[in-house]
Each structure stands twice: as C-alpha cells, then as structure tokens.
C-alpha cells in the first residue's frame, strides 16, 4: 500500500500567518491526492482534489501543490475557523485509499 | 443535495460482527463513476479508509481488515451496508460514509455523513 506522511503534525500559529504543510508519498501519485479540514466532532470537509483543485466553495485562501510524491497545502492567511486538522488522502489506487496522519493547526 | 447517513449499534461486544449502514440521498449508485465508502477514525487519531463499492458493484478493501469486511450495496432503497466481523476494543471508532465521484479524475470524498461512534466492550 502506498504509505502517505504528513508533516509537521502538530504546528502553532497566529492569526494571518501563511501556513504550509507536506504530504509525502512512499511512490509516486501523480496528482492524485485530496486534502481534507476535520474540526472536532465533525466529519472531515473536502478542500483540494487532484493535488490543486479547489472544491467548490473553500475560500481562495487554501491552496494545493505538488506531484509524484511531495505535496503541500497552504493556507495563505490563517483565519480563526482555520484552526483544525488536516488531512491528505491518495487516490491513486482505489485498491487501497490511504490517508496522512494528519496535522493539527493550533492557535499561538 | 447530497446526504449520508450512518445507522448502525453504538455498542457491541468483542467477538460479535458488526453491521453498519448508510442510507444516502442526492444521487443513484448506479450512475457511473459514482461510489461510495466506509471510513473510521478512532478516538483522538487518524482516518482509516476502510472499503469502497462502484457504480458496477466492484468492491475494494483496506488490506489490513479485508478477511473481515463485507461492503455491499442496495441500489432501490440507496443505502450502502458494512459488515465487520470479530470485532474488537482497538476497534472503537466513529465510523464515516462518504461519497466519491470517480467520474471526477482524482476526486475525493466530496460528502460525508456524520458519522456513528461504534464502541467495542463486553
């Protein structure tokens, strides 16, 4: 199965700060990756597909990146209802549609 | 609009099989490139893609539980049932549908239900 690591998985920051986080894959994916915003209690929202495509209604502020075996996601001002996790999830094989460990934005 | 949403025991005992279902609307499973799938995430950790049903009734699953998945499907009453036998503690989790488009290329799971805490104890 392909293997997905997300880093950091844990970050602090501020309000209007431009954050960045990884998703790397244990081979290639071309670009089929997604990335999901999970706050507590809630089901995960679907925010990028195909590695760059923003799902309709995410605002512009989130963006996707990235091909073959390293993506990021950016959010480039953190605004309060950010502060969540986030997850990447491949989907280059339906065999087996694995997902990151995750990376929790918390508040500085 | 698309909905999903699970049903299923909030509680069942090691050893026993559990039965999940998730009854959805907005959509027809029998469109093609639609599919839909069975995530879980335990407490405090990460999701866990579990299995996925096509359009065509073709059917994938995690490879570390798949001796103990069954997903199926019932297109006239758009519901999507899990079975998972043996079930165990480690197996407490809240346990997702979701919907996925794959007539969409690299589509993700664009809806989700809200999901049902399943909770394994004798």
């Known amino acids: 199965d392909i293997q997905l690591t997300q880093s950091p998985s844990f970050l602090s920051a501020s309000v209007g700060d431009r954050v960045t986080i990884t998703c790397r894959a244990s081979q290639g994916i071309s670009s089929y990756l997604a990335w999901y915003q999970q706050k507590p209690g809630k089901a995960p929202k679907l925010l990028i597909y195909?590695?760059?495509t923003l799902q309709s209604g995410v605002p512009s502020r989130f963006s996707g990146s990235g091909s073959g075996t390293e993506f990021t996601l950016t959010i480039s001002s953190l605004q309060p209802e950010d502060f969540a996790t986030y997850y990447c999830?491949?989907?280059?094989?339906?065999?087996?549609?694995?997902f990151g460990g995750g990376t929790k934005v918390e508040i500085k | 609009q698309v909905t999903l949403r699970e049903s299923g025991p909030a509680l069942v005992k090691p050893t026993q099989t559990l039965t999940l279902t998730c009854t959805f609307s907005g959509f027809s499973l029998s469109t093609s490139g639609m599919c839909v799938s069975w995530i879980r995430q335990p407490p405090g950790k990460a999701l866990e893609w579990l299995a996925l049903i096509h359009w065509d009734d073709d059917k994938d699953y995690s490879t570390s539980l798949k001796t103990r998945l069954t997903i199926s499907k019932d297109t006239s009453k758009n519901q999507v049932v899990l079975t998972m036998t043996n079930m165990d503690p480690v197996d407490t989790a809240t346990y997702y549908c979701a919907r996925l488009n794959r007539g969409i290329a690299a589509a993700g799971f664009d809806s989700w239900g809200q999901g049902t805490l399943v909770t394994v104890s004798s």
């Open positions: 999830q491949q989907l280059n094989s339906y065999l087996a549609l694995t």
């Open positions: 195909a590695a760059s």
